[in-house]
């Protein structure tokens, strides 16, 4: 009798294994095809994104190729120009104290240490160092606002001769 017991109770426990290991299975089965699923929308919506961006580059060329024919051109290409020749000059700039020294004469400098020393007061000497520092790289940064202008407008009049040229080379082959 404890024989047929222990065979029903084994053959119930073999089932309830069973039924977990194909739960288990199913589960597994389900979460694949969630994550295969989830890829695939993905992907379509990327196609999508990717599908939208190159029809706004091609609604945007003929607008901007319109606005160079009529004069109108927004000057985009400038801008971006003036910020990679910014961020190169950025690049190449030295540290501030260097620079200053470099743009500002040295007796100016001295002259000035020694209004600092002069004075006692600690705070009022930071202040006026601080202040006189300003006031020298402000005076760096507009000159190099200056340089950087002249270069962008030697620029602009190298492109207007160059199209200058190019206008009137044709017409003096033309009269030889």
Same mark, same amino acid.
């Given at each position: 009798m404890a024989v047929i017991l222990r065979e029903r109770q084994e053959k119930k426990e073999a089932k309830k294994k069973a039924l977990k290991e194909e739960q288990?299975?199913?589960?597994?089965?389900?979460?694949?095809?969630?994550?295969? !699923?989830? =890829?695939?929308?993905? %992907? &379509?919506? @990327? #196609?999508?994104l990717k599908e939208v961006e190159k029809e706004e580059e091609e609604d945007d060329q003929p607008l901007e190729r319109r606005r160079e024919q009529?004069?109108?051109?927004?000057?985009?290409?400038?801008?971006?120009?003036?910020?990679?020749?910014?961020?190169?000059?950025?690049?190449?700039?030295?540290?501030?104290?260097e620079e200053v020294a470099m743009y500002i004469p040295k007796? !100016?400098? =001295?002259?000035?240490? %020694? &209004?600092? @020393? #002069?004075e006692r007061d600690v705070v009022r000497r930071h202040a006026m160092e601080?202040?006189?520092r300003m006031e020298w790289k402000l005076r760096v940064m507009r000159e190099k606002k200056r340089k950087v202008d002249a270069a962008i407008d030697a620029v602009k009049?190298?492109?207007?001769?160059?199209?200058?040229?190019?206008?009137?080379?044709?017409?003096?082959?033309?009269?030889r």
């Amino acid at each position: 009798m404890a024989v047929i017991l222990r065979e029903r109770q084994e053959k119930k426990e073999a089932k309830k294994k069973a039924l977990k290991e194909e739960q288990v299975a199913k589960l597994k089965k389900i979460e694949e095809e969630m994550a295969r !699923e989830k =890829e695939r929308i993905q %992907k &379509e919506e @990327e #196609a999508k994104l990717k599908e939208v961006e190159k029809e706004e580059e091609e609604d945007d060329q003929p607008l901007e190729r319109r606005r160079e024919q009529r004069g109108q051109y927004s000057g985009s290409k400038d801008d971006e120009m003036e910020k990679r020749i910014s961020k190169w000059v950025a690049n190449l700039s030295l540290g501030e104290e260097e620079e200053v020294a470099m743009y500002i004469p040295k007796d !100016e400098q =001295e002259a000035s240490m %020694k &209004e600092w @020393e #002069a004075e006692r007061d600690v705070v009022r000497r930071h202040a006026m160092e601080d202040e006189k520092r300003m006031e020298w790289k402000l005076r760096v940064m507009r000159e190099k606002k200056r340089k950087v202008d002249a270069a962008i407008d030697a620029v602009k009049d190298l492109g207007e001769m160059q199209q200058l040229t190019l206008k009137l080379t044709p017409q003096t082959l033309r009269k030889r």
